[in-house]
């Protein structure tokens, strides 16, 4: 991904719940229209969209919601022009060794189009409802940490070996190691740890739903770390998710009883946001449109907000 020229990516919209289909009383129906929704959404992207992304998540209350690798698997190999990210797997959910398996067999059938995205996970309802202990969060960001090093080590080495505190792996083979190497990006900006990893071991850094004031205060704390343990800051490759409002009627229910901020308002606000934004050295973002399915948000994106950044 280039770093002197910012791109955007679109998010699949994961569930119904998110995409505001009705899924209860024909979950296997409303499925099967919010892939469509998302395909033809995804066939109304303009140029300067490069890539699509999938969040993981197993559930949103009971309403239909499709799998991280399957569905990053079906959508990479229906648009090939695209290059595929997860943004990003929730660490607990898959065995570290596991996930270093299948993004390099995602790499593979992709032709090397895969970003693997990863963080430590958060939604503590989804652990409780499939089983997965919740440990705190400084225990998840360790065992994120170890997780980064089985995975980059089974990347580069055959066969790898590691011993953790909460990983290991012996002799373990990941044959054929991804060609071209698979891009780490790691989501989250919790200062006092997260950003230490992401310094430690990411080619690419996600910072989310926060205004530039913000997302340039938490570059400042990723800079530190990468000068404390002896990296250049400026190898990691800043990215950019958040939701876009163009919509007439904005719905500030969306935004009630969170802190997550939106990129809302006229083309020339969500513009200037933007254009910050890529001041700070944001290479690529990634969005989703709030009034999907619809499709007027990316309408006036392209013919409005684009050009503005453009000019």
Known sequence: MSQDKTTFGWVICPSTAAAHLPGRRDPLAAGEALVAADRAFIEALPPAFTTLWVEDHFQWNDAPTLEAFVTMTHFAALYPAFN????????????????????????????????????????????????????????????????????????????????????SVKNAYCEPRPSPRIPLLIGGSGERKTLRVVARHADMWNGAFRTSEQFAHKQAVLAQHCKDIGRDPAEIVH???????????????????????????????????????????????????????????????TKEVLPALQA
């Open 84 to 167: 595929m990210g997860s943004i990003v797997l929730g660490n607990s959910y898959r065995n570290p060794a596991l996930t270093a398996k299948m993004a390099a067999t995602l790499q593979l059938l992709t032709g090397g189009r895969f970003i693997l995205g990863i963080g430590a996970g958060w939604k503590q309802d989804e652990y409780d409802a499939y089983g997965y202990p919740f440990p705190s969060a400084g225990v998840r960001i360790d065992q994120l940490d170890e997780a980064c090093q089985i995975i980059k080590a089974m990347f580069e080495q055959s066969p790898a070996t590691f011993e953790g505190q909460y990983y």
């Open 239 to 301: 990215t950019y998710y958040g939701f876009v409002d163009l919509s007439d009627e904005q719905e500030d229910a969306r935004r009630e009883g969170s802190d997550m901020h939106i990129l809302a308002g006229s083309s020339a606000q969500v513009a200037s946001e933007l254009r910050a934004l890529i001041g700070l050295g944001v290479r690529h973002v990634m969005l989703r449109f709030l009034d999907f399915p619809a499709t007027v948000g990316l309408e006036r994106f």
